[in-house]
C-alpha cells in the first residue's frame, strides 16, 4: 500500500464550509487527452441509452408493483445483461460488430 509521505496542509481555501474558486468544466476539459475525451462522449451515449431503464421502473410502480418487487426485476434486469452481454459478444466476433449495433 503507497503511504503518504507529506503531512496534510492545513489551508483556508480547502477547508469545509469556506469559499473557494470553481473550477471551469471548458478548462477540465481541454486538459484532457483525446483518447479519454473519445471515451467519455461514448459512454456518455450509452449512459443516455440505459437512463430510460429508471422509467420503467417508475411505470412499474405506478401500475401496482411493490418497492421490493420492482427493486427484484431491477435485479433481474441487470443479472439478464451480465449473462446476455458475454453471448452477444461472441455473436458480435462471428458477424461484425456493425451487424450487432445495427440489430440494436
Known amino acids: 500500500m503507497r503511504q503518504r509521505t ?3 496542509r492545513k489551508c483556508e481555501e480547502h ?3 469556506t469559499q473557494h474558486r470553481r473550477e471551469n468544466i471548458a ?3 481541454n486538459t484532457l487527452s483525446p483518447q479519454f475525451k473519445r471515451y467519455l462522449i461514448t459512454a456518455c451515449i450509452f449512459s443516455l441509452a440505459y ?3 429508471g422509467f420503467l421502473l417508475l411505470r412499474a410502480h ?7 418487487d ?3 426485476l431491477y435485479a433481474l434486469f441487470n443479472i439478464s445483461f451480465v449473462v446476455a ?14 451487424r450487432i449495433i445495427m440489430l440494436g
Open 27 to 29: 478548462d477540465t476539459w
Open 15 to 17: 477547508q469545509p464550509g
Open 70 to 72: 420492482i427493486v427484484l
Open 51 to 53: 437512463f430510460s431503464f
Open 85 to 98: 452481454a458475454p453471448l452477444v459478444g461472441k455473436l458480435g466476433d462471428r458477424m461484425g460488430r456493425a
Open 62 to 68: 405506478s401500475v401496482g408493483f411493490a418497492v421490493k
Open 6 to 8: 507529506e503531512s496534510p
